[in-house]
């Protein structure tokens, strides 16, 4: 065989095949840094902007027409239902604080109490209401962990109240017990609502807030944790996976001699 038929040696200096893959993993790494970077902005921004639209419908129907922003302006004002529902409530809750306000109210929760089916459920509300929003009540403030769903395995749960005497009466075990409401991942909404021994509760130093997201993200997400710092570790995982990309090139053709 000649030398002629020999295959075209590569010389050193010649770029190796495997340059477009670590061209692809850095726009993959900028690609994910910048989702990082703006996915919750636009979620964000289309959470709020779909609360105040829907705030806006609701109200809109009870202001008049003349009042109406879009009525004076070439172009609708979003968010003007929401300033007309705020102020509405505090001037509800101005009323209700005054002796007419409250004969009122009471007068409308003895008429809701004569509804058989209704009677329940508006009770059932305003003890959710008045827990949630009184401030004054401790609910789903406190954080703790309980062992479910087995021995050994820890779950997060939001501490409520202790229960009333009828059921604290029918419990089995002598000792005080509590409610606790656990949440479901990654939906916090849904969940297991139960009385556990106040013994057996772990309460630990982290808001109701944290606890939420750490659900919501199944644990991706730990309390504490700052987004700049993980955008800047995720930049540096980068730009070390950038610098290992170039070691192997260069070891490359060094072992092929």
């Not at 009466?169 to 139960?194: K, M, R, W, Y």
């Not at 644990?219 to 700049?228: A, E, H, K, L, M």
């Amino acid at each position: 065989m000649s030398r002629d038929d020999l295959p075209p040696t590569v010389s050193p200096s010649e770029p190796p095949p495997a340059a477009p893959r670590g061209f692809t993993a850095r726009l993959r790494n900028y690609f994910l840094t910048g989702l990082i970077v703006a996915g919750p902005v636009a979620i964000t921004f289309y959470l709020t902007w779909w609360f105040v639209t829907w705030v806006d419908g609701l109200v809109r129907p009870f202001v008049p027409v003349d009042y109406r922003p879009e009525t004076y302006l070439p172009f609708g004002l979003p968010g003007s239902g929401l300033v007309v529902a705020a102020v509405a409530l505090t001037l509800l809750g101005f009323l209700a604080h005054n002796l007419i306000g409250r004969t009122l109210v009471d007068l409308g929760e003895r008429l809701l109490g004569r509804m058989p089916v209704v009677r329940a459920l508006y009770r059932g509300l305003k003890q959710v209401f008045e827990a949630l929003f009184s401030g004054s009540g401790s609910s789903f403030r406190r954080v703790g962990l309980v062992e479910f769903p087995s021995p050994g395995m820890w779950s997060i749960v939001l501490i409520s109240q202790s229960p009333s005497v009828e059921i604290a009466n029918s419990l089995p075990d002598q000792e005080e017990h509590i409610s606790v409401f656990l949440p479901c991942a990654p939906n916090p909404t849904t969940g297991f609502f139960f009385y556990v021994p106040k013994s057996k509760i772990v309460e630990i130093d982290m808001s109701a807030e944290d606890a939420a997201t750490l659900i919501m993200s199944a644990g991706v997400v730990q309390p504490g944790s700052d987004q700049q710092k993980k955008i800047a570790a995720l930049a540096g995982m980068a730009n070390a996976a950038r610098i290992a990309n170039a070691a192997n090139l260069e070891r490359e053709p060094a072992d092929t001699d």
